[in-house]
């Protein structure tokens, strides 16, 4: 098993192999969901069925916990000028994204990219774009300190926390060396592991529901794997487990012009060669409410953004009634969060 493992991770191979490698065989990506910290809340003829694998009920995190990195994660304190929370550019009711080409930071600016989901970034294998953070817990420190973000510094964001009572005396109870940075990072990085999204129709049709999802739809995900979209978006997740370059079948950048920094992707962090243009696949779950798509926020529609994928990264012609039933198909990836729609 422990040699299998290795050679699906890559164990023992630089980031730029990994990044450069264009697929993950299903063999392999059906093997490590089964390997992974959630999978034995899945229904095991599910992982052996599809490349898709439902979300699970829950991911069980700590209360006291959670409900600190609630109320952090709509606290606008940690900003340096109390302007902007977490939940500023991940509104929950617009999908866990603001909408915009680029969210405006603590002092009007726009980002650099456009804001990821937050939605069930618990599942993700690195944070960010470009997958600059490891963890749920290291994102929290990079969107603090980051001068458009938040801009803040540690030692002024625990002087406001711990001298909040609530905070104080919630803190104390919940870690037992009370306010710290760690335990703040640590509380917002709980509390954002149980925004995940489970009972989409899309799941429960895994689940064995043959009803949960229509003919049209089952139409649409039959194309999504025939053309290869499943390559890259599959797992738990929908995407979320893998870097990939943007632009494998067609020079994607040069096309649309105007090129940013932004746009090295994960070149930006590793300064290899290889990685240029090379992002994180995102999660596709929840992906109908969640435009404009890409970092660049390029494409406006869900539409557009298929037709993107087709032409770059797939280099395939689809018919326009194809591409429609694989649009059918990514609206059944929508999910409820707290139980509800």
Same mark, same amino acid.
């Given at each position: 098993?422990?040699?299998? &493992?290795?050679?699906?991770?890559?164990?023992?191979?630089? @980031?730029?192999?990994?990044?450069?490698?264009?697929?993950?065989? !299903?063999?392999?990506?059906?093997?490590?969901?089964?390997?992974?910290?959630?999978?034995?809340?899945?229904?095991? =003829?599910? !992982?052996?069925?599809?490349?898709?694998?439902?979300?699970?009920?829950?991911?069980?995190?700590?209360?006291?916990?959670?409900?600190?990195?609630?109320?952090?994660? +709509?606290?606008?304190?940690?900003?340096?000028?109390?302007?902007?929370?977490?939940?500023?550019?991940?509104?929950? &009711?617009?999908?866990?994204?603001?909408?915009?080409?680029? =969210?405006?930071?603590?002092?009007?600016?726009?980002?650099?990219?456009?804001?990821?989901?937050?939605?069930?970034? @618990?599942?993700?294998?690195?944070?960010?774009?470009?997958?600059?953070?490891?963890? !749920?817990?290291?994102?929290?420190?990079?969107?603090?300190?980051?001068?458009? /973000?938040?801009? =803040?510094?540690?030692?002024?964001?625990?002087?406001?926390?711990?001298?909040?009572?609530?905070? *104080?005396?919630?803190?104390?109870?919940?870690? *037992?060396?009370?306010?710290?940075?760690?335990?703040?990072?640590?509380?917002?990085?709980?509390? /954002?592991?149980?925004?995940?999204?489970?009972?989409?129709?899309?799941?429960?049709?895994?689940?064995?529901?043959?009803? @949960?999802?229509?003919?049209? /739809?089952?139409?649409?995900?039959?194309?999504? &794997?025939?053309?290869?979209?499943?390559?890259? +978006?599959?797992?738990?997740?929908?995407?979320?487990?893998?870097?990939?370059?943007?632009?494998?079948?067609?020079?994607?950048?040069?096309?649309?012009?105007?090129?940013?920094?932004?746009?090295?992707?994960?070149?930006?962090?590793?300064?290899?060669?290889?990685?240029?243009?090379?992002?994180?696949?995102?999660?596709?779950?929840?992906?109908?409410?969640? @435009?404009?798509?890409?970092?660049?926020?390029?494409?406006?529609? !869900? /539409?557009?953004?298929?037709?993107?994928?087709?032409?770059?990264?797939?280099?395939?012609?689809?018919?326009?009634?194809?591409?429609?039933?694989?649009?059918?198909?990514?609206?059944?990836?929508?999910?409820?969060?707290?139980? &509800?729609?």
């Amino acid at each position: 098993m422990d040699q299998q &493992k290795a050679r699906c991770t890559g164990a023992g191979k630089g @980031a730029r192999e990994m990044a450069a490698v264009p697929r993950l065989s !299903l063999r392999c990506g059906l093997l490590l969901v089964a390997m992974s910290a959630w999978a034995p809340t899945l229904a095991f =003829s599910a !992982l052996l069925d599809e490349p898709i694998q439902p979300i699970p009920l829950s991911l069980k995190q700590d209360p006291a916990r959670a409900e600190i990195g609630r109320s952090l994660f +709509h606290d606008p304190r940690l900003s340096i000028n109390n302007r902007v929370s977490c939940a500023s550019c991940h509104d929950l &009711k617009k999908g866990g994204a603001d909408g915009r080409d680029h =969210s405006l930071g603590m002092d009007g600016r726009p980002t650099d990219v456009n804001t990821p989901t937050v939605l069930n970034s @618990a599942f993700n294998f690195r944070q960010f774009w470009n997958g600059r953070s490891p963890s !749920l817990e290291d994102q929290v420190d990079h969107v603090v300190r980051n001068p458009t /973000e938040m801009g =803040s510094k540690w030692d002024e964001i625990i002087r406001r926390v711990a001298g909040d009572p609530k905070y *104080k005396s919630a803190f104390a109870a919940a870690y *037992k060396d009370g306010v710290t940075q760690v335990n703040i990072q640590s509380a917002l990085a709980t509390y /954002e592991r149980t925004l995940i999204t489970p009972n989409a129709r899309f799941d429960k049709y895994l689940r064995g529901d043959v009803n @949960a999802i229509s003919a049209a /739809e089952k139409a649409g995900y039959a194309k999504f &794997k025939q053309y290869g979209c499943v390559a890259c +978006h599959q797992g738990v997740n929908v995407g979320g487990n893998m870097f990939q370059k943007f632009g494998i079948m067609g020079d994607y950048f040069g096309k649309r012009g105007n090129p940013t920094e932004a746009d090295l992707g994960r070149y930006l962090v590793t300064r290899v060669e290889a990685d240029r243009h090379v992002f994180k696949v995102p999660s596709l779950r929840n992906v109908a409410l969640t @435009a404009p798509y890409f970092h660049d926020a390029s494409a406006k529609t !869900l /539409e557009d953004a298929v037709d993107v994928m087709f032409r770059y990264q797939l280099g395939r012609v689809a018919s326009k009634e194809d591409k429609e039933a694989i649009v059918r198909f990514l609206h059944t990836l929508t999910g409820e969060l707290d139980a &509800k729609p």
